[in-house]
Protein backbone atom coordinates (compact mmCIF):
# COMPACT_ATOMS: atom_id res chain seq x y z
CA UNK A 1 0.00 0.00 0.00
CA UNK A 2 1.14 3.18 -1.11
CA UNK A 3 2.04 6.08 1.69
CA UNK A 4 -0.18 9.20 2.18
CA UNK A 5 1.58 12.62 1.75
CA UNK A 6 0.32 14.67 4.47
CA UNK A 7 2.21 17.61 3.54
CA UNK A 8 0.82 17.66 -0.67
CA UNK A 9 -2.92 17.74 0.87
CA UNK A 10 -1.88 20.85 3.19
CA UNK A 11 -0.50 22.64 0.28
CA UNK A 12 -3.63 21.70 -1.95
CA UNK A 13 -5.71 23.08 1.17
CA UNK A 14 -3.87 26.27 1.83
CA UNK A 15 -3.62 27.37 -1.59
CA UNK A 16 -7.64 26.71 -2.39
CA UNK A 17 -8.62 27.85 0.73
CA UNK A 18 -6.56 31.64 0.21
CA UNK A 19 -8.05 31.61 -2.94
CA UNK A 20 -11.61 31.64 -1.66
CA UNK A 21 -10.97 33.19 1.89
CA UNK A 22 -10.09 36.68 -0.51
CA UNK A 23 -13.08 35.94 -2.35
CA UNK A 24 -15.34 35.37 0.13
CA UNK A 25 -14.67 38.56 1.88
CA UNK A 26 -14.65 40.79 -1.17
CA UNK A 27 -18.37 39.16 -1.24
CA UNK A 28 -19.05 39.70 2.26
CA UNK A 29 -18.65 43.31 2.23
CA UNK A 30 -20.58 43.55 -1.14
CA UNK A 31 -23.44 41.94 -0.26
CA UNK A 32 -23.75 42.46 3.28
CA UNK A 33 -24.50 38.06 3.70
CA UNK A 34 -23.75 36.74 7.38
CA UNK A 35 -23.41 33.08 5.61
CA UNK A 36 -20.76 34.60 3.27
CA UNK A 37 -19.01 36.28 6.37
CA UNK A 38 -19.10 33.36 8.54
CA UNK A 39 -17.65 31.57 5.53
CA UNK A 40 -14.94 34.43 5.14
CA UNK A 41 -14.18 34.11 9.02
CA UNK A 42 -13.91 30.19 8.29
CA UNK A 43 -11.85 30.11 5.63
CA UNK A 44 -8.78 32.27 6.90
CA UNK A 45 -9.21 30.47 10.36
CA UNK A 46 -8.80 27.61 7.88
CA UNK A 47 -5.36 29.24 6.05
CA UNK A 48 -3.95 29.54 9.68
CA UNK A 49 -5.19 26.11 10.62
CA UNK A 50 -3.23 24.64 7.70
CA UNK A 51 -0.06 26.78 8.69
CA UNK A 52 -0.15 25.68 12.05
CA UNK A 53 -0.13 21.98 10.27
CA UNK A 54 2.87 22.67 8.77
CA UNK A 55 4.62 23.70 11.78
CA UNK A 56 3.63 20.63 13.18
CA UNK A 57 5.13 18.83 10.80
CA UNK A 58 8.25 20.68 11.05
CA UNK A 59 8.48 20.05 14.68
CA UNK A 60 8.18 16.17 14.22
CA UNK A 61 10.42 15.88 11.61
CA UNK A 62 13.34 16.68 14.51
CA UNK A 63 15.88 14.39 15.41
CA UNK A 64 15.36 12.60 18.83
CA UNK A 65 17.53 14.32 21.79
CA UNK A 66 18.23 13.87 25.17
CA UNK A 67 14.71 15.27 26.49
CA UNK A 68 12.93 13.04 23.86
CA UNK A 69 14.45 9.98 23.47
CA UNK A 70 12.02 8.88 20.87
CA UNK A 71 11.87 11.66 18.55
CA UNK A 72 9.55 14.87 18.22
CA UNK A 73 6.46 12.97 16.38
CA UNK A 74 3.48 13.54 18.32
CA UNK A 75 4.39 17.50 18.26
CA UNK A 76 2.15 16.34 14.94
CA UNK A 77 -0.63 15.62 16.96
CA UNK A 78 -0.29 18.50 19.59
CA UNK A 79 -0.70 21.19 16.45
CA UNK A 80 -3.43 18.87 15.17
CA UNK A 81 -5.20 19.23 18.53
CA UNK A 82 -5.18 23.13 18.50
CA UNK A 83 -6.34 22.97 14.58
CA UNK A 84 -9.65 21.42 15.95
CA UNK A 85 -9.76 24.42 18.96
CA UNK A 86 -9.28 26.79 16.06
CA UNK A 87 -11.97 25.05 13.81
CA UNK A 88 -14.21 24.57 16.22
CA UNK A 89 -13.92 28.34 18.24
CA UNK A 90 -13.16 30.66 15.19
CA UNK A 91 -15.09 28.93 13.17
CA UNK A 92 -18.03 27.15 14.36
CA UNK A 93 -18.89 29.01 17.35
CA UNK A 94 -18.41 32.84 15.35
CA UNK A 95 -20.26 31.97 12.87
CA UNK A 96 -23.29 30.53 15.22
CA UNK A 97 -22.94 34.06 17.25
CA UNK A 98 -23.08 35.89 13.66
CA UNK A 99 -26.36 33.69 12.69
CA UNK A 100 -28.19 34.66 15.70
CA UNK A 101 -26.80 38.28 15.54
CA UNK A 102 -28.24 38.60 12.32
CA UNK A 103 -31.62 36.74 13.43
CA UNK A 104 -32.62 39.80 15.35
CA UNK A 105 -31.66 42.44 12.91
CA UNK A 106 -32.11 40.60 9.43
CA UNK A 107 -31.27 42.69 6.73
CA UNK A 108 -31.38 41.50 2.61
CA UNK A 109 -28.68 40.64 0.81
CA UNK A 110 -27.39 42.83 -1.72
CA UNK A 111 -26.28 41.65 -5.13
CA UNK A 112 -27.36 37.86 -4.14
CA UNK A 113 -26.03 36.88 -7.54
CA UNK A 114 -22.34 38.56 -6.77
CA UNK A 115 -22.81 36.15 -3.71
CA UNK A 116 -23.92 32.93 -5.71
CA UNK A 117 -20.78 33.46 -7.78
CA UNK A 118 -18.41 33.37 -5.46
CA UNK A 119 -19.96 30.72 -3.54
CA UNK A 120 -20.28 28.54 -6.43
CA UNK A 121 -16.59 29.57 -7.26
CA UNK A 122 -15.53 28.30 -3.41
CA UNK A 123 -17.34 25.44 -4.11
CA UNK A 124 -15.33 24.44 -6.98
CA UNK A 125 -12.07 25.39 -5.87
CA UNK A 126 -12.94 23.12 -2.31
CA UNK A 127 -14.15 20.54 -4.82
CA UNK A 128 -10.14 20.51 -5.69
CA UNK A 129 -8.62 20.89 -2.74
CA UNK A 130 -11.06 17.32 -1.49
CA UNK A 131 -10.05 15.40 -4.79
CA UNK A 132 -6.68 16.22 -3.66
CA UNK A 133 -6.31 14.86 0.02
CA UNK A 134 -9.08 12.54 -1.19
CA UNK A 135 -6.15 10.74 -3.60
CA UNK A 136 -3.88 10.59 -0.33
CA UNK A 137 -6.21 8.97 1.66
CA UNK A 138 -7.22 6.29 -0.54
CA UNK A 139 -3.11 5.38 -0.41
CA UNK A 140 -3.52 4.89 3.00
CA UNK A 141 -7.10 3.82 3.89
CA UNK A 142 -7.10 0.38 1.33
CA UNK A 143 -10.50 -1.44 1.31
CA UNK A 144 -11.86 0.80 4.12
CA UNK A 145 -14.89 3.09 4.01
CA UNK A 146 -13.88 6.67 4.59
CA UNK A 147 -15.63 6.22 8.10
CA UNK A 148 -13.89 3.47 9.21
CA UNK A 149 -10.46 5.37 7.98
CA UNK A 150 -11.25 8.27 9.86
CA UNK A 151 -11.95 6.19 12.87
CA UNK A 152 -8.53 3.95 12.58
CA UNK A 153 -5.97 6.52 10.59
CA UNK A 154 -3.28 7.33 13.04
CA UNK A 155 -2.10 10.47 10.20
CA UNK A 156 -3.45 13.16 11.94
CA UNK A 157 -2.65 15.97 9.57
CA UNK A 158 -4.39 13.77 7.14
CA UNK A 159 -7.48 13.66 9.14
CA UNK A 160 -7.58 17.38 9.81
CA UNK A 161 -7.07 18.34 5.95
CA UNK A 162 -10.21 15.81 5.28
CA UNK A 163 -12.17 16.84 7.80
CA UNK A 164 -11.38 20.59 7.13
CA UNK A 165 -12.21 20.11 3.91
CA UNK A 166 -15.79 18.02 4.31
CA UNK A 167 -17.07 20.63 6.70
CA UNK A 168 -15.99 23.78 4.46
CA UNK A 169 -17.58 22.39 0.89
CA UNK A 170 -20.67 21.68 3.65
CA UNK A 171 -20.44 25.43 4.50
CA UNK A 172 -20.03 26.55 1.32
CA UNK A 173 -23.19 24.14 -0.27
CA UNK A 174 -25.05 25.26 2.56
CA UNK A 175 -24.25 29.43 2.68
CA UNK A 176 -25.34 29.00 -1.69
CA UNK A 177 -28.50 27.24 -0.51
CA UNK A 178 -29.47 29.51 2.27
CA UNK A 179 -28.73 32.41 0.44
CA UNK A 180 -30.68 31.35 -2.46
CA UNK A 181 -33.63 30.21 -0.35
CA UNK A 182 -33.45 33.94 1.35
CA UNK A 183 -33.31 35.11 -2.94
CA UNK A 184 -36.07 33.24 -3.72
CA UNK A 185 -37.96 34.05 -0.89
CA UNK A 186 -37.58 37.49 0.41
CA UNK A 187 -36.83 36.11 3.57
CA UNK A 188 -33.06 37.83 4.77
CA UNK A 189 -33.95 35.79 8.04
CA UNK A 190 -32.52 32.76 5.69
CA UNK A 191 -29.48 33.32 5.73
CA UNK A 192 -28.94 34.04 9.10
CA UNK A 193 -30.16 30.70 9.44
CA UNK A 194 -27.38 29.39 7.01
CA UNK A 195 -24.96 31.08 9.12
CA UNK A 196 -26.11 29.35 12.34
CA UNK A 197 -26.37 25.42 10.21
CA UNK A 198 -22.82 26.36 8.93
CA UNK A 199 -21.68 26.57 12.69
CA UNK A 200 -23.08 23.95 14.12
CA UNK A 201 -21.59 21.65 11.00
CA UNK A 202 -17.89 23.24 11.68
CA UNK A 203 -18.36 22.56 15.73
CA UNK A 204 -18.95 19.10 15.16
CA UNK A 205 -16.48 18.37 12.83
CA UNK A 206 -14.24 20.01 15.14
CA UNK A 207 -15.69 17.80 17.84
CA UNK A 208 -14.91 14.60 15.83
CA UNK A 209 -11.45 15.39 15.04
CA UNK A 210 -10.40 16.45 18.25
CA UNK A 211 -11.89 12.85 19.98
CA UNK A 212 -9.63 11.20 16.60
CA UNK A 213 -6.59 13.21 17.96
CA UNK A 214 -6.93 13.74 21.52
CA UNK A 215 -6.24 9.33 21.77
CA UNK A 216 -3.34 9.66 19.63
CA UNK A 217 -2.46 12.44 21.90
CA UNK A 218 -2.83 10.19 24.93
CA UNK A 219 -0.15 7.22 23.26
CA UNK A 220 -2.36 5.28 20.56
CA UNK A 221 -0.72 2.19 19.12
CA UNK A 222 -0.06 1.26 15.62
CA UNK A 223 -3.11 0.31 14.01
CA UNK A 224 -4.48 -3.43 14.26
CA UNK A 225 -3.57 -4.18 10.79
CA UNK A 226 -0.14 -3.33 11.36
CA UNK A 227 0.50 -4.65 14.51
CA UNK A 228 -1.48 -8.54 13.18
CA UNK A 229 1.18 -8.27 10.60
CA UNK A 230 4.11 -7.53 12.72
CA UNK A 231 2.78 -10.32 15.26
CA UNK A 232 2.83 -12.34 11.73
CA UNK A 233 6.56 -11.56 10.76
CA UNK A 234 7.86 -12.22 14.23
CA UNK A 235 5.92 -16.13 14.22
CA UNK A 236 7.50 -16.61 10.68
CA UNK A 237 10.95 -16.27 12.06
CA UNK A 238 13.32 -19.24 12.39
CA UNK A 239 14.95 -17.59 15.45
CA UNK A 240 11.65 -16.99 17.70
CA UNK A 241 9.88 -20.05 19.37
CA UNK A 242 7.16 -17.87 20.46
CA UNK A 243 5.44 -14.54 20.27
CA UNK A 244 4.01 -13.50 23.88
CA UNK A 245 3.93 -9.43 23.47
CA UNK A 246 3.44 -7.38 20.99
CA UNK A 247 3.26 -3.61 22.43
CA UNK A 248 3.66 -0.34 19.69
CA UNK A 249 2.97 3.12 19.82
CA UNK A 250 2.53 5.86 17.06
CA UNK A 251 4.80 8.63 17.38
CA UNK A 252 4.33 10.50 13.89
CA UNK A 253 4.50 8.59 10.89
CA UNK A 254 7.42 6.78 12.87
CA UNK A 255 6.28 3.68 15.12
CA UNK A 256 7.68 2.02 18.66
CA UNK A 257 7.65 -1.34 19.10
CA UNK A 258 8.36 -3.50 21.91
CA UNK A 259 8.45 -7.57 21.55
CA UNK A 260 8.51 -10.00 24.30
CA UNK A 261 9.73 -13.81 23.42
CA UNK A 262 10.92 -17.26 23.77
CA UNK A 263 13.76 -17.91 21.41
CA UNK A 264 15.27 -20.79 19.81
CA UNK A 265 18.03 -22.22 21.46
CA UNK A 266 20.87 -20.38 20.15
CA UNK A 267 24.34 -22.08 21.39
CA UNK A 268 25.56 -19.11 23.95
CA UNK A 269 25.03 -15.72 25.06
CA UNK A 270 26.33 -14.29 21.71
CA UNK A 271 24.57 -16.62 19.25
CA UNK A 272 21.60 -14.82 20.97
CA UNK A 273 22.24 -11.40 20.65
CA UNK A 274 22.76 -12.12 17.02
CA UNK A 275 19.90 -14.03 16.28
CA UNK A 276 17.61 -10.96 17.89
CA UNK A 277 19.98 -8.50 16.13
CA UNK A 278 18.76 -10.85 12.69
CA UNK A 279 15.31 -10.51 13.51
CA UNK A 280 15.31 -6.87 14.27
CA UNK A 281 17.02 -6.00 10.96
CA UNK A 282 13.91 -8.07 9.23
CA UNK A 283 11.46 -6.28 11.10
CA UNK A 284 13.28 -2.37 9.82
CA UNK A 285 13.39 -4.12 6.37
CA UNK A 286 9.55 -4.86 6.42
CA UNK A 287 8.76 -2.38 8.47
CA UNK A 288 10.47 0.84 7.45
CA UNK A 289 8.31 3.01 9.85
CA UNK A 290 9.30 0.62 12.66
CA UNK A 291 12.45 3.35 14.16
CA UNK A 292 12.81 1.90 17.87
CA UNK A 293 12.76 -1.52 18.77
CA UNK A 294 12.99 -2.90 22.06
CA UNK A 295 13.40 -6.86 22.30
CA UNK A 296 13.17 -8.61 25.38
CA UNK A 297 13.88 -13.22 25.10
CA UNK A 298 12.03 -15.01 27.85
CA UNK A 299 11.00 -17.99 29.01
CA UNK A 300 7.43 -17.22 29.74
CA UNK A 301 5.11 -14.28 29.40
Excluded at 85 to 92: A, P, Q, R, T
Excluded at 94 to 102: C, D, L, P, R, V
Aim: include cysteine.
Amino acid sequence: MASANSLRSIIYALGANFAIAVAKTAGAVFTGSSSMLAEAVHSYADCGNQALLLWGLREASREPDAEHPLGHGRASYFWSFIVALMLFSMGGLFSIYEGIHKLHEAEPVRFAGVAIAILAFGVAAESVSLWGCLREVNKERGDQSLWSWFRSTRNSELLVIFGEDVAALGGLSCALAFISLSLVTGEPRWDAVGSIVIGALLVVVAFLIAVEVKSLLMGQSADAQMQQRLREHLQARSEVAEVYRVITQQLGSEVMLAVKARMHPQGGETELIEAINRVEASLHAAFPQVRWIFFEPDLSD
